[in-house]
Nanobody, 123 residues
Framework: QVQLVESGGGLVQAGGSLRLSCAGS????????MGWFRQAPGKEREFVAAIWGGLTYYAGSVRGRFTISRDNAKNTVYLKMNSLEPEDTAVYYCAAPRDRTVRPTQQYEYVYWGQGTQVTVSS
């Protein structure tokens, strides 16, 4: 059974940084895409970043501020968030697809989801 557990969220001032972690279990994730998504209050869940093979993908709103990376030995993916803005406040979810070949920025490709971790950025 595939499980994803996020950690690292919290409260930070605007301009600050956080690093989110997502630990996976139940299969070897190294050959699968992994994604981060977020959902702000009153808004739909949206794509943030993904990593697949040697490539990374970012939403325009976070490109240059967020960095996704993975440690295959630990079955863990990270999201380093710098220069945080109040608009980044949301619940952040990591996700994994069922298949190895996917469109990594597309939410519908992901079937396994973590429970989410809250990130709050104060102004």
């Amino acid at each position: 059974q595939v499980q994803l557990v996020e950690s690292g969220g919290g409260l930070v001032q605007a301009g600050g940084s956080l690093r989110l972690s997502c630990a996976g279990s139940g299969r070897t994730f190294s050959t699968y895409a992994m994604g981060w998504f977020r959902q702000a209050p009153g808004k739909e869940r949206e794509f943030v970043a993904a990593i697949w093979g040697g490539l990374t993908y970012y939403a325009g709103s976070v490109r240059g501020r967020f960095t996704i990376s993975r440690d295959n030995a630990k079955n863990t993916v990270y999201l380093k968030m710098n220069s945080l803005e109040p608009e980044d406040t949301a619940v952040y979810y990591c996700a994994a697809p069922r298949d190895r070949t996917v469109r990594p920025t597309q939410q519908y490709e992901y079937v396994y989801w973590g429970q989410g971790t809250q990130v709050t950025v104060s102004s």
